[in-house]
């Protein structure tokens, strides 16, 4: 698997480049928009960590500037029905940054800007990007923000609602989580949440 690529750019595009390695190797890469427009003209060295794809029909190579921008790349991968065209549109319209505060704010209009993702698209990436994200202090913390006067059951609702889950539901699950396990903080009981509403429509 080709991690990481260093070389004399060849030929420079819009959302693709070709970089000659010293070995005489020339790799064709696919790029989000900000990175294919921050290489060096034809000529100029560039250096990209790369993500491989093998199919059985295609072998391809994504680069990107970052190992921060290759992680989150892999991470929307494992979006279900998340292909990496796709997850290359994202990251060419937004950073790792603002996808952590995009989900940290339920922003499904901010997801239904990249081509070929609807509502229903956006709101299932919003989810199961609250998994993958948690680690992001940001997300978390947005996501979870307690109501004044209300208690984890009112935040875990209010969470899951701006996730774009009608509140019977989210109340119903809630307050099964939080009857399981009665010590659980507003992150804790969210993802849990999360969890129960993903196996009912598994």
Request: hydrophobic share 45%.
């Amino acid at each position: 698997m080709i991690g990481y690529i260093e070389g004399r750019v060849v030929v420079r595009r819009d959302r693709y480049a070709i970089v000659l390695t010293p070995g005489g190797v020339g790799y064709e890469l696919e790029l989000p928009g900000p990175v294919a427009a921050s290489l060096p003209a034809p000529g100029g060295q560039a250096s990209l960590f790369v993500h491989t794809v093998v199919r059985e029909d295609a072998f391809e190579l994504f680069g990107f500037a970052t190992i921060e921008d290759r992680e989150t790349f892999r991470i929307l991968i494992g979006i279900t029905k998340l292909g990496p065209k796709t997850a290359l549109a994202i990251l060419s319209r937004y950073t790792a940054d603002d996808l952590a505060r995009i989900v940290a704010t339920a922003d499904l209009d901010a997801l239904t800007q990249v081509s070929g993702i609807g509502k229903k698209s956006a709101q299932r990436i919003l989810i199961e990007l609250t998994y993958k994200l948690e680690g992001q202090a940001a997300t978390a913390a947005a996501v979870t923000a307690p109501i004044p006067g209300g208690g984890v059951l009112a935040d875990v609702v209010a969470g899951l609602t701006n996730l774009g889950y009608p509140e019977a539901d989210a109340r119903r699950v809630g307050t099964a989580v939080l009857d399981d396990e009665p010590d659980l903080d507003v992150a804790g009981a969210l993802r849990q949440a999360l969890k129960r509403l993903a196996s009912e429509k598994a």
